[in-house]
């Protein structure tokens, strides 16, 4: 069973960079796809981005295009999300979560079975 577990999260300045990672536990974690989402409030759970199983695959919601950057380091087990050029707007509760196998609509929340237990991320105006 993989366990996930986000850090990296804090407060910074609008226009400001933060690095987000996901430690995974579990021999298998190189299977799978991984992704970001991210939750305001009072606003239901987002897509972010998404990273294949060898990182040569990413996808990113059009909110985040340009300045989020998902990769992955299967020796280290490890899924990151470097933003930058941050916004107030981009304020929320960030997600890391394992794909599950055969999914046709990875945007959705869905289609991931194991969540981390998110890191916040303010961004100040």
């Known amino acids: 069973q993989v366990q996930l577990v986000e850090s990296g999260g804090g407060l910074v300045q609008a226009g400001g960079s933060l690095r987000l990672s996901c430690a995974a536990s579990?021999?298998?974690?190189?299977?799978?796809?991984m992704a970001w989402f991210r939750q305001a409030p009072g606003k239901e759970r987002a897509y972010v981005a998404r990273?294949?199983?060898?990182?040569?695959?990413?996808d990113y919601a059009d909110s985040v295009k340009g300045r989020f950057t998902i990769s992955r380091d299967n020796a280290k087990n490890t899924v990151y999300l470097q933003m930058n050029s941050l916004k107030p707007e981009d304020t929320a509760v960030y997600y890391c979560?394992?794909?599950?196998?055969?999914?046709?609509?990875?945007?959705?929340?869905?289609?991931?079975?194991?969540w981390g237990q998110g890191t916040q991320v303010t961004v100040s105006s």
């Open positions: 979560a394992k794909a599950k196998t055969d999914v046709s609509l990875p945007r959705l929340a869905g289609s991931y079975d194991i």
């Open positions: 579990g021999r298998t974690f190189s299977n799978y796809a």
């Open positions: 990273i294949n199983w060898n990182g040569g695959v990413t």
